[in-house]
């Protein structure tokens, strides 16, 4: 609230008395540290060496060597919930992140989008005089606004970051991202071939902004959300990283959680007496139903190592290099990001926070990927096609990830993974270090905490107060509880007695040291709720929930299921949602703008996101670009969508009108014309895809014609893919084919700009009538505006 003016005001100002108080910015208390969270993506519980991980991190290591390891640290098992919980302090489900952004649904649990009562770590310290920054993956933002026609009320510069980098969505290309840079869209600095990837870039920014606000006010602390898009998929690292791991994973998954578990036993991680589970401990057709007598789905299902052929070996292990070079090449930017707080006298007045956002992910299936847009699409991965790839992987010709194997052994010595309840999917590093405000250094702590208690850690840390309100918002209550009683002391008793989850269909509850959890496949579709089995564990004891007590303590289930109840009653939990993948990501939701049978677009605009472009998919369409071509030597592109992972691009090179469908990334469909450009304006070149079937069933199959004019100068059969070119969904361009490139045919010339002439505009048209007497009537409208 603004100080009232304490000065005196008379008719002339030289009588007056100023009082500059209420027009100050707010200043920190002088000293007050800098905080920077580190968010990592997908990494489970044992990837890192100081959780007795195979992956060597010695950056992550120095900042672990300065202050604490956590081994009872927990999230919600999802990215988005999860983030939502590190920034706000409250339940995923109070912040209506039940599940992803992507997934919302129209009700108070999962809206996908965080209640202005619910503010922000970057609002709250904004307001108390720290700078506020943010680069890497946010995913706190409905699909409806992640375009630049949308309210910025929940992007990061609409929730407290004064600056920002990084991409909106779930998951981008490590190569080839879709990246935002405060409140517009860019194009990234360079190429992979000049060594361009994400982490570096990231990293490159986070030491900008910092270093620009240090130039001017030098002792202003700051508050940096660092969110590398390691180690979620697709897994992208340098070649030279993957390369370092070479041969390290040949022993399989099996052998490497027995060899990860001796070595956190070594190290204090776990109880001497943990034992592992079963790869296998739910999820398989042979010892698991769901309640109506269905198997659980495939895609949870491990395929035990030595039932591997040599060939899928030798697959797997160097997917599994390709993940550890991943987030060794990250380690590596964190070290650089160390180096400069080092260099500028930072480091010991800097609260480090470093965490995962889940457990490692087992989205790649028993069988893993080099291509995860064929699964988004249903079509299934062979073995052979992904052999022949074995090369590539981690580079910009695959979108890859592992097999859950592999999910399973870097969440050692846990069940499952990401999406469920168990502790594979919310038992997560969570490493604490400020040299200058703890004595602790490479210690262990061993208390029972969750993301919810970053927000009030860091404010009890800084001395400050949470204010009670923000922008005019009366501020809602924290779930979170501070964690600073156990910095300096490694035998204080916990402070947090009871935690409770939700996900997908999965459901726990952890009070005083016991847990009950549901055997509840996620994503199943099943509902059937009431007919849950669930499970009671100790885990005081019993880390790896091994020991099912619910038949030897019924009544103890009993009090556990009751408080589930409350929990969830008290967080706005229900309603709860397990339905299928698909029926959730195509469960209607607000669009910016309906879906039309006509678009317009215009060169040198922002890529239009394919959440809110033209979609093509199992329909006829045409494209048709209004142009002039003064004389020879045009080329380049005049309208692109998506990737060489699933899109299509209309282009001229060598004098000639292009168009090219990357199917899905398997293979590409081209079509050229016979005869060589015209020349002149208003020209209209375009290509029209007539329908004739589908082929098989939900792909459509038909004829792809190119134009000059109403003449046809070329055609050739293709068809369509049935799903969304990207996760993330890279966008439409005209003019130039921004981010990874459709076709192989100009990828070394990205973004391949059109010159030699100009485009007025393209139209895509979805309503199957007649191309160009709807292009000469856009034309006529145009010219009468």
Known sequence: MTEPFAGKIEMDIRDSEPDWTPFEPPKAPEGSPNVIYITLDDVGFSALSGYGGPIATPNIDRIADDGVRYTQFHTTALCSPTRSCLLTGRNHTRNSMACITEAAVGFPTASGTIPPENGMLSEILGELGWNTYMVGKWHLCPTDEMNLASTRRNWPSGRG??????????????????????????????????????????????????????????????????????????????????????????????????????????????????????????????????????????????RPWDSLSPEEQQLFARMAEVYAGFLAHADHQIGRLLDFLEFIGERDNTLIMLVSDNGASGEGGPDGSVNEMMFMNGIPDDIDANLAMIDELGGPKTYNHYPNGWAMAFNTPFKMWKRYEFEGGTADPCIVSWPAGMEARGELRTQYHHAIDLVPTVLDALGVTAPSSIKGTTQSHFDGVSMRYSFDDESAAGERTTQFYSMLGSRGIWHDGWKAVTTHPTISGWGNFNDDEWELYHTDVDRSEVNNLADEHPDKLRELIGIWFAEAGANQAFPLDDRSALEILTTPRPQLTPPRDRYVYFPDCAEVPESQAVSIRNRSFAMAALVDIPGPGAEGVLCAQGSRFGGHSLYVKDNRLHYVNSFVGMFEQKIASTVDLPTGTNLILSAAFEKTGEDPPGVAAGTLSLFHGDEKVGEGDIKLQPGNYMIAGEGLCVGRDSGHPVTDDYAGSSPWKFTGGTIHRVAVDVSGEPYLDLEREAEARFTHQ
Request: glycine residues 8%; contains cysteine; aromatic residues 14%.
């Open 161 to 302: 970051f004064e600056r920002w980098y990084g991409f909106l969505g779930a998951e981008t290309s490590q190569w080839y991202p879709e990246l935002v840079y405060d409140n517009h869209a860019v194009d990234q600095p360079s190429l992979p071939e000049d060594g361009y990837h994400f982490s570096v870039d990231i990293t490159d920014k986070a030491i900008e902004f910092v270093r620009d606000a240090k130039a001017v006010a030098p002792e202003k602390p700051f508050f940096l959300y660092y969110s590398p898009g390691a180690c979620h998929a697709p897994h992208h690292a340098p070649k030279e990283w993957i390369d370092k791991f070479k041969g390290q994973f040949d022993m399989g998954y099996e052998e490497m959680r027995e060899q990860t578990l001796a070595r956190q036993k070594e190290m204090g991680i776990v109880p001497e007496d943990t034992v592992l589970p079963p790869i296998n401990p739910i999820g398989t057709s042979e010892t698991r139903q769901g309640p109506d007598g269905q198997p659980f789905s495939p895609v949870d299902v491990t």
